[in-house]
């Protein structure tokens, strides 16, 4: 690893301290369900770990939360999450526990008005709920009937390309059989750590501050998809972490209701660990 990367993951760790020290706080209160070994995906993580079984509720629940958090706060649902496991509790009622038969008797505009009644709807909503009830369930389901679980197929392409680069593109590609309504990369990334597979998500934080003009770890001043995954692992295994932590990190030190430093808008580079090496802030 260069000298560069090696003050990378310093920051990368200076980060997380400052999150958990300073930023991360409420009335003088650590908020715990914005830690990162509360989160959902943390938790199934641990849950691949130990080699526990998912099933079509799992990848579903995983499906629904990946479709959701592209167009909302998660702050909106905070006071639903359960911190022992990281669910969400109102919309998991919200879709009848994630049963696929039942799921698949509802309407479009159905699931669509409880999500909006939660104030999680967003304009992408009604087709993401189309696609999820006319394709995305129909297809885990025919998936789990031909190889008995979900997992098993998914493996098939993780002994190819461990990177999970190749699944990513077979879920995404308009052209794949296995495509899946309404999600691109980054939402399939996103869907995929739902159900324990360690990786980063592509969003356009961690893309943006992984940039040319911010931690320069690439030549993009915004990482293109797969590269932000080949980053994010490296960074990781040079912390020894897991790489969706790494992830979740970075995507804190940016969002909204987490640590907002290392915003588009007003950033805060007064207070930023990178700001030594961030172009923006060299340059301000």
Known sequence: MDTHMEDVCKIVNQMEIQLRTNLLLKDGQIQEK?????????HQIDRRN???????????????????????????????????????KV?????????????????????????????CASQSTKKQMSGLIHTNIKKLKQIEKVYGSIDTYYQEFIDKDCSYKTLIRTLSD??????????????NAEYLRNVGYDMAKPDRHTRRILGSRILACSDYETVP?????????????????????????????????????CTVINPKCNICVARQICKNSIQS
């Not at 958090?69 to 359960?82: L, Q």
């Not at 919200?94 to 479009?108: E, K, N, R």
């Not at 296995?178 to 980054?186: I, N, R």
Request: include cysteine.
């Open 225 to 261: 998809l797969f590269e932000t995954l080949d980053i994010a692992k490296e960074i990781a295994d040079k912390l020894k972490k897991p790489v969706a932590e790494v992830d979740y990190i970075l995507w804190s030190y940016c969002s909204k209701g987490y640590g907002e430093v």
């Open 174 to 187: 308009s052209n794949s059989k296995d495509k899946m309504v309404e999600m691109g990369e980054a939402l």
């Open 34 to 42: 914005k830690l990162w070994e509360n989160t959902y995906i943390k």
């Open 50 to 88: 130990s080699k526990d079984l998912f099933s079509i509720r799992d990848h579903i629940r995983g499906m629904v939360y990946a479709m959701l958090s592209s167009g909302i706060a998660w702050e909106r649902v905070e006071d639903s999450i359960d911190v022992s496991t990281g669910k969400i």
């Open 91 to 119: 919309i998991d009622e919200a879709f009848h526990q994630y049963d696929p038969d039942v799921l698949l008797t509802c309407s479009p505009e159905e699931l669509s008005d409880r999500v909006k009644h939660l104030h």
